[in-house]
């Protein structure tokens, strides 16, 4: 029992003494002003403070403070015990790190929600030197959607009296409120009475989170035609802001004509008849309310700016008038434009479109087209250009100088505006017939043979056909040509025959005459045909011939050289005894024996004495 009394003395004593020892020091407490977290992240608020008590001499208690600004604890911590209060708002989301022996505690909060965006309070309690507190304000973020832009579709117009809505900005689910800036190009759009209205609207969700839509009324000018608008948006994240931007949108905008303008658009250049013109107008303004209307020569009108006029002629030359109505102001202006249609008239040639000149004669045509430009005048004959001006001079005509003239005017401004007219001319003289190629014929016999005869003149030829016999022969067919007449007829060869072509006309005649030879059939057997050799063979043979006779002349050579023919053995002089053709011998030698046998002219083999 004594021994129990005096322990508990003893305990007593040690806590006065360090209750005593602890009213020399003080509590202090650090936190950190604010703590950001993104909603639904976690958050971690820290607690650190200075003591003189040891463990179990410290007790820690976190509160918030509510909307009505109540204190509410929600966790406490004593010698190793704590606990988070029960029916708090985060009494499910909540801990508490460290046990305040190292002089710091973390609370933690799960699941962090916009509500819980309050002011947290640590308050560090020492048994002996007091009590001490800090404050940490929880701020939750959450970034908005992506922003949405839309501007008007209908145009505005710059005669508006009032302001006229551009655009509506909006950007969603924001936490804190995100901020819209409007911008013109590069310039950002502030308020200005009676000239640019920005008005925003702001909505809270059933969620906390804020949505935000800006509206932008102005009035235009025309320059804003030509601008881009857009909107900045600028919203707050833990440790800093964020920013971005929607995409451009740009306004049709309405404003009136100063000045019109009226110009032939085609075609470029001249205009000549027959073309088809197109006139058109336009302003310098984009008013809808504007009406235009073309009006020219010979009732051509049109109630657009554009007008069509098909196949013109001159009589479609003068002014055409644009007028342009705005109907709202009803002021209307006017510009116009001249059309000039060029022209050629149809090419006149004298003295009329027949000449008839003598041969050796002189004559001249002239031709000539009304137009409203320099033209130029060429004379063609068979497609060939034969002289350029306006007059055509024949001199010393001759039949080669009939035909047909074609005279082109060409006006030299306007590509394919020309006219053409032809003057014949016939060369009187009489009748010449040009001399075929052949006028002998040989033919067989019962076969036809086609004539044709080429007659120069004029008044053009008579051409008839007859037989040296004087009958007739009909006519096959007959062409005018520029100089004359060709004929054609066709006779049957029943033997020798002359036949005529005769020309005649009122200044005089010709004739010729074609010599026709009748081929008969044979009637007895014809002589067999020899097959004659060619000329080439028979030289081939008589080539070789001679390389034979140039080889047995080297081979004889050869052996006379060598003594194996007459006298050049030794053994015989065949200049020596009888001479005639009994005595001619000729030397033979055996391969084997190599032993001559003399012969004689029958034959005979003669003795070595005889030789």
Aim: aromatic content about 6%.
């Amino acid at each position: 029992m004594a021994a129990r009394d005096t322990g508990s003395l003893l305990v007593v004593g040690l806590l006065l003494f360090i209750h005593t020892w602890g009213a020399w020091g003080a509590v202090e407490v650090n936190m950190e002003d604010r703590v950001e977290v993104n909603l639904g992240d976690t958050a971690q608020i820290t607690c650190m403070f200075t003591t003189e008590d040891g463990l179990g001499g410290t007790i820690i208690q976190w509160f918030y403070v509510a909307s009505t600004g109540d204190k509410q604890r929600i966790y406490y911590l004593e010698s190793g015990m704590s606990y988070a209060e029960k029916g708090t708002p985060f009494s499910d989301r909540i801990s508490v790190n460290g046990s305040g022996a190292t002089g710091a505690v973390v609370l933690t909060i799960e699941n962090v929600q916009l509500k819980d965006e309050l002011e947290f309070i640590c308050i560090i309690k020492s048994i002996t030197v007091g009590t001490a507190e800090g404050r940490t304000k929880l701020q939750v973020f959450h970034p908005p959607q992506m922003p949405r832009i839309e501007g008007v579709q209908n145009g505005i117009s710059v005669q508006e009296d009032t302001l006229s809505k551009i655009g509506t900005c909006e950007v969603n689910h924001g936490y804190p409120r995100p901020n819209i800036t409007w911008y013109k190009g590069n310039m950002p759009i502030r308020s200005a009475r009676g000239v640019i209205n920005v008005e925003p609207s702001i909505t809270t969700e059933s969620s906390g989170l804020y949505s935000v839509t800006s509206e932008l009324s102005m009035k235009v000018v025309k320059e804003d035609a030509d601008e881009l608008f857009y909107c900045e948006i600028t919203y707050s994240i833990p440790g800093g802001t964020n920013m971005v931007e929607t995409p451009t949108i740009n306004i049709t905008v309405f404003y009136p004509h100063t000045t019109i303008k009226t110009w032939i658009e085609s075609p470029k250049g001249h205009i000549k008849e027959g073309d088809t013109v197109k006139i058109q107008c336009s302003g310098d303004g984009y008013n809808p309310s504007t009406t235009f209307a073309i009006n020219g020569p010979r009732n051509s009108s049109s109630d657009s700016n554009v007008l069509m006029v098909e196949n013109v002629t001159r009589l479609n030359t003068g002014d055409y008038f644009c007028s342009a109505l705005d109907l709202e102001s009803y002021n209307e202006i006017t510009e116009s434009t001249t059309v000039f249609v060029n022209y050629l008239e149809d090419a006149v040639i004298l003295p009329g479109k027949i000449i008839e000149v003598a041969q050796g004669g002189e004559e001249q045509a002239t031709c000539n087209a009304l137009s409203s430009l320099p033209t130029q005048t060429a004379w063609f004959k068979n497609g060939q250009e034969v002289l350029k001006g306006h007059t055509l001079h024949l001199k010393d005509v001759t039949f080669d100088t009939a035909g047909t003239y074609v005279c082109v005017v060409t006006a030299l401004e306007v590509e394919g505006l020309e006219s053409s007219g032809a003057v014949r001319v016939h060369v009187q003289g009489e009748p010449e017939i040009k001399t075929p190629n052949s006028t002998e014929v040989e033919e067989s016999m019962d076969t036809m043979v086609d004539l044709s005869c080429y007659v120069r003149g004029y008044p053009h030829p008579t051409v008839s056909w007859s037989t040296s016999e004087g009958k007739d022969v009909p006519t096959a067919s007959e062409k005018e040509t520029d100089d004359g007449v060709i004929s054609s007829a066709s006779v049957k060869v029943t033997g020798d025959l002359i036949v005529f072509c005769n020309a005649t006309n009122t200044l005089g005649e010709d004739s010729v005459a074609f010599n026709i030879k009748a081929i008969k059939p044979e009637t007895a057997n014809p002589p067999k045909k020899v097959k004659k050799e060619g000329s080439g063979v028979i030289i081939a043979v008589i080539i070789i011939c001679i390389l034979l006779l140039a080889i047995l002349g080297s081979v004889l050579y050869f052996l006379y050289k060598k003594g194996k023919i007459c006298g050049r053995s030794g053994k015989q002089d065949l200049n020596k005894g009888k001479s005639g053709k009994d005595n001619i011998v000729v030397e033979m030698k055996s391969d084997n024996t190599e032993e001559a046998v003399l012969l004689g002219v029958n034959g005979e083999k003669q003795a070595p004495n005889d030789q």
